[in-house]
């Protein structure tokens, strides 16, 4: 059985899955997120989680395996970044920019041509002097030519771990977009949401704690907490993706009826799920609400209705996000700009980038065994030096 774990501004929503097929779901009055000026998880949301467990347990719905998690991040607090490019000077239009007014950028000398040749030696002291100056812990580095050779990004990553412990160090080349400018927007974005990406996670742990936490991704697939925690940039709209895709796989009439904003108040409902095609090839019933649909602020329904959909109406979103998130599994992309003199050279570049996808994808929580290709593109940048290839690999993975 799998959780999926809608939050919204007033109520949480969930979903169980059992075998592909949605059996039960119910909003939780309380938000899972803690107040932004507040400490620890709030008494709602601990309430809510200890009536989850009761009302699991009395539904009789089996064990948990994973809790998917589908959130976006557009509205929450950004934090301020210190932002490091390493390249050559430019016009003050050109050069990083920051958005939150406390923030900061420097450009440092180095960096390397997209052929790996290097354009300047790395200004170490540079780096020293505004990594300990500016007094802040999130940084975004980027460095020319990073999606080739990412030696210099790296190397200022060490230099700000040593003398900001703690930091946190978003490097741009993870992005893997050829353009500069591109990568540098994402890497400080993704810098600027990590402070509340740790909060969720951690709010989000203790609400379900005991089970392995996933958060969904903004196209589709899952990625564990702890990458989450590292590149919450590729979840910023994962409750929206969710949303689509479990409006997509719900049965009958419902599926892929248009949703409202995913942080809808709560409907205080537990319903039963419609039977689908797995229930009916299973010659099975969808599972009835427990007593836990008995409760304060709870309405039973009868099987082959959609909670919260009349007649004509719409599916309610934070079942369908929570649905969708659970239909996902672990999955992580590898993009990489490849300098290739031939197909033996291109051969070893691609079994590389295949290697690091499947790193990755065991690292955004798939079991070590379920890891596999999913897709392998090359694209030939013909506007730059001949044999420079752009590479895409994307992996994917069952949760344990």
């Known amino acids: 059985m799998i959780l999926g774990v809608a939050p919204g501004r007033s109520s949480t929503t969930v979903a169980v899955v059992r075998d592909g097929v949605l059996a039960w779901w119910r909003a939780y009055d309380g938000a899972l997120l803690p107040a932004r000026d507040g400490d620890g998880l709030?008494?709602?949301?601990?309430?809510?989680?200890?009536?989850?467990?009761?009302?699991?347990?009395?539904?009789?719905?089996?064990?948990?395996?994973?809790?998917?998690?589908?959130?976006?991040?557009?509205?929450?607090?950004?934090?301020?970044?210190?932002?490091?490019?390493?390249?050559?000077p430019c016009p003050p239009a050109l050069g990083p920019q920051v958005t939150h007014p406390r923030g900061l950028a420097t450009i440092v000398r180095g960096g390397h041509s997209l052929t790996r040749r290097p354009l300047a030696p790395l200004d170490a002291a540079a780096v020293r002097a505004f990594a300990s100056g500016c007094g802040l812990a999130d940084f975004a580095?980027?460095?020319?030519?990073?999606?080739?050779?990412?030696?210099?990004?790296?190397?200022?990553?060490?230099?700000?771990?040593?003398?900001?412990?703690?930091?946190?160090?978003?490097?741009?080349?993870?992005?893997?977009?050829?353009g500069l400018r591109e990568r540098e927007r994402q890497a400080m974005l993704n810098a600027a949401l990590r402070p509340e990406a740790e909060r969720l996670a951690d709010a989000a742990a203790s609400w379900l704690e005991g089970i392995p936490l996933y958060f969904a991704r903004s196209g589709e697939g899952l990625v564990s907490a702890h990458y989450f925690r590292r590149y919450p940039l590729i979840c910023r709209e994962g409750a929206a993706a969710a949303a689509l895709h479990g409006a997509r796989a719900l049965p009958g009439p419902h599926s892929g009826r248009p949703l409202g904003p995913v942080s809808s108040g709560s409907t205080g409902k537990t319903e039963a799920a419609p039977p689908g095609p797995a229930d009916r090839r299973r010659g099975s019933e969808a599972v009835p609400p427990g007593p836990a649909g008995r409760g304060r602020g709870s309405e039973a329904v009868s099987p082959g209705s959609v909670a919260g959909a009349g007649e004509g109406g719409a599916v309610p979103p934070g079942a369908a996000a929570a649905f969708g998130a659970a239909l996902a599994g672990p999955l992580a992309e590898v993009e990489r700009i490849v300098q290739a003199r031939g197909r033996a050279e291109l051969d070893r570049a691609l079994a590389d980038a295949r290697d690091e996808a499947l790193t990755r994808v065991v690292s955004a929580g798939a079991a070590p065994g379920s890891a596999r290709i999913g897709e392998v593109t090359v694209n030939p940048l013909s506007y730059l030096p001949d044999g420079l290839y752009r590479v895409r690999v994307t992996a994917a993975g069952t949760t344990p």
């Open 42 to 88: 709030p008494a709602s949301a601990r309430s809510s989680a200890g009536s989850l467990g009761n009302g699991l347990a009395e539904a009789g719905l089996g064990e948990v395996r994973a809790a998917c998690v589908a959130v976006d991040l557009d509205d929450v607090h950004a934090a301020p970044v210190a932002a490091i490019r390493v390249g050559g």
């Open 141 to 178: 580095v980027t460095a020319t030519g990073s999606p080739v050779l990412a030696d210099h990004e790296l190397a200022v990553a060490e230099l700000i771990a040593a003398e900001v412990p703690g930091a946190r160090i978003t490097l741009s080349y993870e992005f893997g977009r050829p």
